[in-house]
């Protein structure tokens, strides 16, 4: 994985120490809140409900055991003993005084990371698929690109004071595992006839308005991928609405001006920065990509297929293959390049838990478990999961067991316990309505009446608010929580998909309250279950049979 | 009744207006009244709370402040899903009041 050269630390260490300065005079009354607040958002740290909050940037989210072992310690020393894991591969500590808050920043800069552009009309941080470097159908590595774009993008003169919030997302493969068209800017990296480039999708989101991104190049040579994402910028930059932030993302422009125009206008750009010359030169994109090679992976004769796995767990009770291990194998393992190996999907979705937690201790686990058995490296899922990525299957009872101690191995990847919820109005000052307990509850519910398994694949989304942090315009099924005269409602919608399936939910009808909600997600999966033909997921039915059947059964 | 709140400038604890100073307890929060804006200005000017605002709040049959707004309910007590994390408090009401 990528390492800081004297250049990144040298940036990272002098900002510490520019916020650590602002941060003070902040204290001694020399600065108003009006004149900090967009100084301490440049460095991740907003003003929530209870106390002020500290986004960490996980760069297309992956880490190293050292590096989660220094979040674990942040937690610790600076919060209340855990953080929670984000829709943005981020991780967000609730508690951070500001009086510490340029301690825990040098802290992660000590460990190479850091929380610049975690806030702020600027470019964040870089989503990607969390499989990237391990998953067996990618055409290649997507991080690459991705830290080449996090390093074109960091403290970018031009997009520091962009319209709106502007976020990235790359992928390598056919399948969407990181809701690429609903960014900002999704690139697919792809092969044409041997030669590596980039499809931009431009103009998705999700919040408010929520747009599914339009194709507005379906290929650009990977020696010009910085070029046309300055040229999509720019156009953003120069025409974006800055009079009305509800209308200020990218998606608004694009959408206002179609597609086919904003792609003429960036197509001109391009033309014209290809004439300038702003490509990094390529031995940088050549210097990058050797962090990323791949680890030395064992023969495969050294490890076991999965059957060979079911074979021997099946024969032998210490593999407690019928209590939970083999469930967990089926259910949160991927398939990887390398034969031998999968990628182990670590839940933090535990029943009743709350989604994205994880304790200090917890963290400490998940980096040995890296350390002994994942070539020294971490991912973070923009489903509010971990991920070891290179596990050789052999490993996997060891595995299996740490995380079953730690109550780190629920086995619900990608089923209705694996729901996505924002902080919601626990945590946060924008909620309209909670998010986690409903969470909370449906997962009990379906545990306790053992239907997780009988629906399996079905995401489940919560938002608190609009702004959909909780990605409910992209659940199978979606909540979004709204204010109804000072009291929490929800809202309830179907059909949405984030995948490569990508589709935008639509709303069954007339809200309900925390108890009817989730009686109403029941209802919706009895319908499911009554209609569903052979191999059907959810979403699939609902895609067959309408909204209809399950509007009549909800509101008759 | 008018009550005022914030949230502290080093710490970002959710704090009230006692009539003196800031509390961490909402049972503290005492009625601004008229005088809310003036208490405001004169402490967002003295800068140890992070923009401080006035909330409707009432008071129950056994004394306890009660802000009008689910939201600053539930910033009264902490996150509902993390109650061993809850503001210290001697209210014996528990949380049904919060949400």
């Known amino acids: 994985m990528y390492q800081y050269d004297s250049y990144d630390q040298a940036m990272v260490d002098a900002r510490v120490e520019e916020f650590r300065d602002q941060a003070r005079r902040r204290m001694e009354g020399r600065l108003s809140e009006d004149q900090f607040k967009p100084l301490r958002l440049m460095n991740g740290l907003y003003l929530q409900l209870h106390a002020y909050m500290l986004r960490v940037a996980i760069p297309y989210g992956t880490l190293n055991a050292r590096q989660m072992e220094a979040l674990a310690d942040i937690a610790e020393k600076y919060d209340r003993g855990y953080g929670h894991f984000t829709t943005r591969q981020n991780i967000q500590y609730n508690w951070i005084k500001l009086e510490d808050a340029a301690d825990a920043l040098a802290d992660l800069a000590r460990h190479e990371m850091h929380a610049i552009q975690t806030s702020g009309n600027c470019i964040r941080n870089i989503s990607a698929d969390h499989f990237a470097g391990a998953a067996a159908d990618e055409v290649t590595d997507p991080r690459p690109y991705a830290e080449l774009l996090r390093q074109w993008s960091s403290f970018h003169p031009e997009f520091t004071h962009l319209p709106r919030k502007f976020k990235f997302c790359v992928i390598a493969a056919e399948k969407d595992r990181a809701a690429m068209r609903l960014h900002d800017i999704g690139i697919r990296i792809v092969k044409r006839d041997g030669a590596v480039g980039a499809q931009f999708y431009v103009g998705g989101g999700m919040g408010r308005t929520p747009i599914i991104a339009p194709l507005v190049r379906d290929f650009v040579a990977v020696d010009q991928l910085i070029t046309y994402a300055e040229a999509a910028l720019r156009v953003y930059n120069r025409y974006g609405r800055r009079d009305n932030k509800y209308k200020a993302r990218i998606k608004i422009l694009v959408h206002e001006l179609g597609a086919a125009e904003y792609t003429r206008q960036v197509e001109e750009e391009f033309a014209h920065l290809l004439s300038v010359g702003v490509e990094p030169p390529r031995e940088e994109l050549a210097r990058i990509a050797e962090y990323f090679a791949p680890p030395a992976f064992h023969h495969p004769s050294e490890s076991w297929d999965l059957e060979q796995l079911q074979s021997k767990a099946a024969g032998d009770p210490s593999f407690r293959w019928d209590d939970g291990f083999g469930l967990w194998v089926r259910r949160n393992t991927h398939p990887h390049k390398a034969p031998g190996y999968v990628s182990a999907v670590i839940s933090l979705k535990p029943v009743g838990g709350i989604p994205g937690d994880a304790t200090a201790d917890q963290m400490r686990i998940v980096a040995r478990l890296a350390r002994e058995y994942s070539f020294d490296e971490l991912r973070v899922m923009h489903t509010q999961n971990l991920l070891l990525p290179h596990v050789r299957i052999a490993d996997l009872p060891a595995i299996w067991a740490a995380l079953d101690a730690a109550g780190l191995a629920a086995p619900n990847m990608d089923t209705i316990e694996d729901i996505i919820a924002c902080p919601g109005l626990d945590y946060c000052s924008l909620a309209n309505a909670r998010s986690i307990p409903l969470a909370q509850r449906i997962s009990e519910r379906f545990a306790e009446t053992g239907r997780t398994e009988v629906v399996g694949e079905l995401k489940l989304k919560i938002s608190g608010c609009i702004n959909a942090c909780g990605h409910h315009h992209a659940g199978h099924i979606g909540i979004l929580g709204v204010d109804r005269k000072g009291t929490e409602n929800y809202q309830l919608s179907l059909g949405g998909s984030e995948a490569e399936d990508v589709s935008l939910a639509k709303i069954t009808g007339p809200g309900f309250d925390e108890d009817g909600v989730i009686a109403a997600v029941e209802t919706v999966t009895d319908v499911y279950l009554g209609a569903r033909a052979d191999g059907e997921r959810f979403i699939d039915t609902y895609r067959r049979i309408g909204m209809e059947p399950f509007k009549e059964a909800l509101y008759g | ?99």
């Open chain 2, 1 to 99: 009744m008018k009550i005022l709140t914030g949230n502290d400038l080093r710490s970002g604890a959710v704090v009230w207006w006692n009539g003196t100073g800031w509390s961490l307890f909402v049972d503290d929060a005492v009625d601004a009244g008229d005088d809310s804006e003036e208490i405001l200005a004169r402490e967002e000017a003295a800068r140890r709370v992070n923009v401080p605002y006035a909330i409707d709040a009432s008071i129950d049959a056994a004394g306890h402040v009660r802000p009008a707004h689910i939201k600053d309910r539930v910033r009264a007590l902490g996150p509902t899903v993390r109650r061993d994390l809850a503001v210290p408090t001697a209210d014996r009401t528990g949380w049904d009041w919060v949400i």
